[in-house]
């Protein structure tokens, strides 16, 4: 059971430049998460889902896109890479119901560097 | 709006020392409650929640929290600091059915 998993770890990207986040999770969970974490920010949700073939917008949203195409796996997606996008990401899942609801389980984070 | 304050973007504590973490929140609606740290380079772990019952919460290595309803406090406690415990820790509170908001963090320091 790996729990949350990232891919990548680390990446360096140049100004414009496309990428694609890729989170899994082996829990089966429903709700699917990312953030970006900046010093001093705490967290911000950055898209969601609450199922599978379904997406919604977070609190900062501009410059990323996400899918969901299956249940295990929450893309994320950044089409012309900005220095401002230079953050760490983690990925995060919960369940829908039962006595865990509302935890969220976290995967280990990607560092990305926008130059 | 429900927001989520933590006094402290640092604290610091002597090894043995009292361990004390603030998190004040504000919600239209009996929230639930969460702390959750971060190790250097790693992700977020839970620590413990509070969602209804009992207002003191015992959480994983020692840590526990009190739900103040009247204070709209859950403060985050641990009797004596060990190095282990540096860290950055993160209150949190639900504002629906499957969303959080965070607070902005405290990193704590045990000096020996």
């Known amino acids: 059971n790996a729990g949350v998993t990232q891919t990548p770890k680390f990446r360096v990207l140049k100004t414009g430049q496309s990428m694609t986040l890729l989170c899994a999770q082996d829990m089966n969970h429903e709700y699917m998460y990312w953030y970006r974490q900046d010093p001093g920010m705490g967290l911000r949700l950055i898209h969601y889902s609450v199922g599978e073939g379904t997406t919604a917008k977070g609190e900062v949203p501009d410059g990323y896109n996400v899918s969901r195409l299956k249940k295990q796996n929450f893309l994320l997606g950044l089409e012309s890479a900005a220095p401002s996008q230079t953050s760490v990401y983690f990925c995060a899942s919960s369940p829908s119901g039962g006595n865990f609801f509302y935890e969220q389980y976290f995967g280990p984070g990607t560092r990305l560097t926008v130059t | 709006a429900q927001s989520v304050t933590q006094l402290g973007s640092h604290v610091s504590v002597s090894e043995g020392a009292l361990v004390l973490l603030r998190c004040n929140y504000s919600?239209?609606?009996?929230?639930?409650l969460f702390w959750y740290v971060q190790y250097p380079n790693q992700g977020l772990q839970l620590l413990l929640k509070y969602t209804t019952g009992a207002t003191l919460v015992k959480g994983i290595n020692g840590f526990e929290a009190e739900f103040k309803k009247s204070e709209t406090s859950f403060h985050l406690t641990k009797p004596s600091a060990h190095m282990s415990d540096a860290a950055e820790y993160f209150c949190a509170v639900t504002i629906g059915s499957y969303q959080l908001i965070w607070g902005a963090g405290t990193k704590l320091i045990i000096k020996p």
């Open positions: 919600s239209s609606v009996p929230p639930y």
